[in-house]
């Protein structure tokens, strides 16, 4: 399967630990993109790379999150002390070099349950 | 400040009817604009887009969207619904000038039920 590939699927953590989400994009796709969904809404945008460049965070983004793309390829979202308001589906999307047209690839997203 | 209204919560159709989905927007400068569609447990999938051109723009799947300026609508049509067309569609919208942020701002999605 050579589309954009997030793991786990499903995280069920207790309020107060730390979690960690990976995505692996579309290989030589450069630009990298966290989207939050919640029941109900659709994706609410938190941050951009183009390659290992962190270009735009949205202030959704507190400073318990974090994102990273170390070597431009994979990326992951940290969350530490977890809050109930955490709760959501986390969703990584990609997009190829080149004229951004704004069209990206998601993958399947990554559940997280805060109890 | 960039935003996506979809005003149907859900939109029922029976099967070969055809369908509308509607959409407006409220960006800076010309916009782009996108249809997605998640089906369960899917990711979003991509359905069409608009970025300047012809004022209809065709997708996958039998889709279209037609672009008004003056309403600043991006409505997604299709002329015969199916069952399998039955999913949740999201309309978003990226403002096209230089300097504009690279998101996609996203509507709160609108459910398509087709009944057989």
């Known amino acids: 399967d050579t589309g954009v590939s997030q793991n786990p699927r499903h995280k069920i953590t207790k309020r107060g630990q730390n979690v960690t989400f990976r995505c692996d994009p579309i290989?030589?796709?450069?630009?990298l993109y966290w989207y939050r969904q919640t029941l109900g809404q659709g994706p609410e945008f938190l941050t951009y790379?183009?390659?290992?460049?962190?270009?735009?965070k949205s202030r959704l983004l507190s400073d318990r999150f974090s994102a990273e793309r170390p070597k431009g390829s994979f990326s992951t979202l940290e969350i530490q002390r977890t809050e109930q308001g955490d709760s959501a589906m986390y969703l990584c999307?990609?997009?190829?070099?080149?004229?951004?047209?704004?069209?990206?690839?998601f993958g399947e997203g990554s559940r997280l349950t805060v109890l | 400040a960039q935003s996506v209204a979809q005003p149907e919560d859900q939109v029922n159709v029976a099967e070969g009817n055809p369908l509308t989905v509607k959409c407006t927007y409220s960006?800076?400068?010309?916009?782009?604009l996108f249809w997605y569609v998640q089906y369960p447990n899917r990711g979003l999938q991509f359905l069409l887009k608009?970025?300047?051109?012809?004022?209809l723009v065709k997708g996958s799947y039998g889709f279209e969207a037609e672009f008004n300026k003056s309403q600043t609508s991006f409505h997604l049509k299709k002329p015969s619904a199916l069952v399998s067309d039955s999913a949740l569609y999201f309309c978003?919208?990226?403002?096209?000038?230089?300097?504009?942020?690279?998101?996609?701002?996203f509507g709160t999605g609108t459910l398509l039920a087709v009944q057989p």
């Open positions: 999307a990609s997009s190829p070099a080149g004229p951004d047209t704004g069209e990206l690839f």
């Open positions: 790379f183009q390659n290992e460049a962190q270009l735009e």
């Open positions: 290989s030589e796709h450069n630009r």
């Open positions: 978003a919208v990226r403002a096209n000038y230089g300097g504009a942020t690279n998101k996609l701002i």
């Open positions: 608009y970025i300047t051109g012809d004022n």
């Open positions: 960006v800076s400068g010309n916009p782009y």
